[in-house]
Structure formats: structure tokens, C-alpha cells
């Protein structure tokens, strides 16, 4: 797996040793040993959660456990963007593990806040299914796992293909903006699963079961395999995954197209999703204006990529902007929908 990773990234830039000049042309920052640990990192805390603590086992998930293991989850990525400035600021210049790190950051906080449109359509895919909350966990274990494999291949796709074909990122930028100002206009409007064209394929194609069989995704009834609803609720996850990728990812480049910091940035935050997600199921009502954020960050991103080659906008600049207005909408939602005090 490193030597694949490698031999990606081997044609873009030189890989970094102590012995290297680093400039700012350098492309990738990642050394097969920094791949190895990243990923043995990534490796650990998923056999962690899934043996040791139970990801997989049937049981609800409550507010002070996706509290606790969200705290873990964005501490490990700050640890380790942390060991990442130490390692540059020890080997090579201050300067640069102060742009590379802001740059991780920068990219995690553009990653973590465009998940959040993910929770609202877990819930909504999770409510249309019926799938109890003691449930839902087996099925977002599977969905992170499924992500982390899907989005790997796509950003090393990703910068494959811009490496190559430069103009691609206007390309991005464009589809940015207009997913932002789409994602402005459909904010209010409510969208109705059982319209869905995909979903009707599904069903008029394969055999599912009227009710959910506990944890089980297959059962056989009168002799025939047959899906559950999980199952279904599982591949719709799946799907939404990738559409949501389309529009994270291409965010991303905008900020760095370095696939180590993509990546690192990627993957951190989609571990911490699943935690996040039950620990906003229950106030996801109040989140009245997150979308409209997450729109003019999209539409920000879009216009930043646009101009990369006319004016580039400080790393620090962006990080401010996108914190400033995932910040803001959170703010004004939980001020709007605060609980009126009984007189």
C-alpha cells in the first residue's frame, strides 16, 4: 500500500529527506515512512473502536459517549497536525510547518464543516427507513469504513488529474459555485425520499424484506436471500457519501493540492463523523441556518479556485472565512431557535 502510494505521488514532486531542498513547488510532503504512520495511526484507532469499544455491537449510542469519542476524534487530529508542524519545524524551515500546517488545519475545517450536511441526510435516510437509534451505529461503521476507501481513491485520482490537466480546477470552481448557490436555493425545501429515482430502482430490483431483522443485512425467507432495510439504509449512506465527496473534495484543492495534507485532512475528519452525527441527531432541528453556511462556503471555495492563477488567497485568509461563516450560522441558529423562557 505505501509503495502505491509512493509511486502516485513520485512523478509530482521530490519526496522530502533531510537532505532535500524544500521550496514552494514542493508538491507532496509525504515520505513513505509519514504514509506508514498516518495509516497505521488510522488502522489502530479503528481496531480500538470496533474491539475494544464496541463499534459494530448493537447498542444506542448516547449523548456523553458521541461527546467523549468526538472530543477523541478531533484531538487526534489536532495531535496530530501538531506532530506534522513539530517534524517540519525540527527538519526543514519554520516557515514551511507553518504553511503546510495551516493547510491541514485550514482543510479539516473545510472537510468536518461540509459534513455536517451529511448528518442531516443520515437522519433523514435513517428516519425514512425506520432504523432505531441502537441500530444506526452498525450501519455508520460500515458507511465510515466504505468512505475512507472511496475517498482515498478519489483524491489520489483527483490529483492525478490536476497535475495534468491544470485547467480542471476552474472546472472545480465552477461546479463549486454553482453546488453553493444551489445549496442556498434548496435550503428550505424538503426533500421527499420516496420520490427518490434510485431508491424505486432498488426496490423494483431486488428482493427486500417489509421489516428490519435486527443487525442482519440478508436473512432468507421461504428459501430466498433477501435484503433488509439496513442494508438499503447501508448502500443509500454509501451514495450519499460519494455525492458528497464530489463537492468536499474538489473544496479541498482549492486550499492545497499536496496528497498528503488532502488526504490526512480527508480522513480525519470523515472519522469523526460518525460521532458526530449522534451527537447532533437530537438537536438537528436547531441547526436552522448551517446550510446557508455551508452554501457560501461552497460558493467562497468556487470563487477562490477560480481565481487561483489570478490571485491567491492566503491559506490563513480562507481558514478565518470558512470558520467565520460555519461560526456565524451556528451562532445565529441556536440563538433562533433558543427555547423561549416561560413567563
Same mark, same amino acid.
Given at each position: ?35 506508514a504512520v498516518f495509516f497505521c495511526i488510522v488502522l489502530v484507532v479503528l481496531l480500538i473502536d470496533l474491539i475494544f469499544v464496541g463499534g459494530g455491537k448493537q447498542h444506542r ?24 508542524w513539530w517534524y517540519l519545524d525540527t527538519n526543514f524551515t519554520r516557515e514551511l510547518a507553518n504553511t503546510k500546517t495551516l493547510e491541514y488545519l485550514t482543510g479539516y475545517l ?31 461503521? *460500515?458507511?465510515? #469504513?466504505?468512505?475512507?476507501?472511496? %475517498?482515498?481513491?478519489? @483524491?489520489?485520482? =483527483?490529483?492525478? $488529474?490536476?497535475?495534468? /490537466? ?15 448557490i444551489k445549496m442556498w436555493w434548496m435550503a428550505d425545501k424538503e426533500i421527499r425520499l420516496e420520490n427518490n429515482q434510485l431508491l424505486n430502482w432498488f426496490k423494483r430490483h ?70 458526530? *452525527?449522534?451527537? #447532533?441527531?437530537?438537536?438537528?432541528? %436547531?441547526?436552522?441556518? @448551517?446550510?446557508? =453556511?455551508?452554501? $457560501?462556503?461552497?460558493? /467562497? ?43
Open positions: 500500500m505505501i509503495d502505491l502510494l509512493t509511486s502516485l505521488t513520485a512523478g509530482l514532486a521530490p519526496a522530502l529527506d533531510t537532505s532535500t531542498h524544500v521550496t514552494e513547488t514542493t508538491v507532496s510532503i509525504g515520505t513513505p515512512w509519514m504514509w449510542v448516547s449523548l456523553k459517549e458521541a461527546a467523549s469519542w468526538s472530543v477523541v476524534w478531533v484531538g487526534l487530529a489536532l495531535s496530530f497536525g501538531a506532530g506534522l473545510i472537510e468536518k464543516s461540509l459534513a455536517v450536511d451529511n448528518v442531516f441526510v443520515w437522519l433523514m435516510l435513517f428516519n425514512f427507513f425506520a432504523i432505531p437509534f441502537e441500530l444506526q451505529k452498525r450501519v455508520l461503521t *460500515y458507511g465510515v #469504513l466504505g468512505a475512507i476507501i472511496l %475517498r482515498t481513491a478519489m @483524491i489520489f485520482a =483527483g490529483v492525478w $488529474l490536476i497535475a495534468h /490537466f491544470h485547467w480542471l480546477l476552474y472546472v472545480f470552481g465552477l461546479f463549486l459555485l454553482f453546488t453553493g431486488f428482493a427486500i424484506t417489509n421489516q428490519l431483522h435486527g443487525e442482519k443485512f440478508f436473512v432468507l425467507e421461504n428459501g430466498v436471500k433477501m435484503m433488509t432495510p439496513l442494508f438499503l439504509a447501508l448502500i443509500m449512506v454509501e451514495i450519499s457519501d460519494v455525492i458528497f465527496a464530489v463537492d468536499s473534495i474538489p473544496a479541498i484543492f482549492a486550499i492545497t493540492s499536496d496528497p498528503f495534507i488532502v488526504l490526512t485532512s480527508n480522513i480525519f475528519a470523515i472519522l469523526g463523523l460518525r460521532a458526530m *452525527y449522534f451527537l #447532533l441527531a437530537d438537536m438537528a432541528d %436547531r441547526f436552522t441556518y @448551517i446550510k446557508y =453556511g455551508l452554501a $457560501l462556503v461552497l460558493v /467562497f471555495i468556487g470563487i477562490k479556485m477560480i481565481l487561483i492563477d489570478i490571485y491567491k488567497i492566503p491559506v490563513g485568509i480562507s481558514l478565518s472565512v470558512v470558520a467565520l461563516l460555519i461560526g456565524g450560522s451556528v451562532l445565529l441558529s441556536w440563538i433562533k431557535t433558543k427555547p423561549q423562557e416561560k413567563t
